[in-house]
């Protein structure tokens, strides 16, 4: 089983949608876990992090089962500006010594 | 705030040759780690600096190298470039999340 794991998509959507990324990681000690966005050769930027409780900014919630091993973002009324890719990020042991594991990404593409 | 900075952002460099990249971290950030991302290839950890010193390093050869000075700016060396080192070099500070720079695109002819 890959460490995180992303399906890779692409998902095509109109705008307006609601569109939800799964990711599952293999290491079930993992302590810190975030979703980050990155545009067509650009630099990944961090879109939210991702807590027990779930979490919510605005349009974009996250969710995170630690049971299962799963984590889920949900971008609702999607906009064209929301076209990236996705990454699912893992921090294994926490804080600053983690080496942060990184899926290969989500591609989103909204269309008008 | 300045936040990471990189150099150069583009290198073209051609088989065998050696290469070093820039960084420097967020003010006040000890810290610095290197990513390797080869398209269509998610982000590899490469190396982690803190405190002028190597604490970890991901799984590439020793041809990858770098050091970190006492400002806690770093650089990360290349030698012996081959084809698949084409790849955007990222670079990164802060704790449990990671802000990055721009990055620097390198293309091995």
């Known amino acids: 089983r890959k460490e995180v794991e992303q399906d890779p998509g692409p998902f095509n959507v109109p705008e307006g949608a609601t569109v939800a990324f799964n990711c599952t990681y293999s290491?079930?000690?993992?302590?810190?876990f975030f979703w980050y966005r990155q545009d067509c050769r650009k630099e990944p930027k961090l879109l939210m992090s991702?807590?027990?409780s779930g979490n919510e900014d605005g349009r974009f919630t996250a969710q995170l089962n630690r049971a299962s091993q799963y984590i889920s973002l949900l971008i609702r009324d999607s906009k064209l500006s929301d076209s990236a890719t996705y990454l699912c990020?893992?921090?294994?042991?926490?804080?600053?010594?983690?080496?942060?594991?990184f899926g290969k990404g989500t591609k989103l593409s909204v269309k008008p | 705030e300045a936040g990471v900075t990189q150099s150069p952002t583009h290198l073209i460099k051609t088989r065998g040759q050696q290469v070093t990249l820039r960084c420097s971290p967020i003010s006040g950030h000890t810290s610095v780690y290197w990513y390797q991302q080869a398209l269509g290839l998610g982000l590899q950890f490469l190396l982690w600096?803190?405190?002028?010193?190597?604490?970890n390093r991901g799984n590439f050869p020793p041809r990858f190298s770098g050091r970190q000075f006492p400002n806690y700016s770093s650089e990360l060396n290349v030698n012996a470039l081959e084809l698949e080192d084409s790849a955007l070099y990222l670079c990164?500070?802060?704790?449990?999340?990671?802000?990055f720079g721009s990055g620097t695109q390198l293309s091995v002819l």
């Open positions: 991702v807590y027990s």
């Open positions: 600096y803190d405190e002028g010193e190597e604490r």
């Open positions: 290491n079930s000690a993992s302590q810190s």
């Open positions: 990020v893992v921090n294994p042991i926490g804080g600053s010594q983690g080496n942060l594991i």
């Open positions: 990164a500070s802060t704790t449990d999340s990671r802000i």
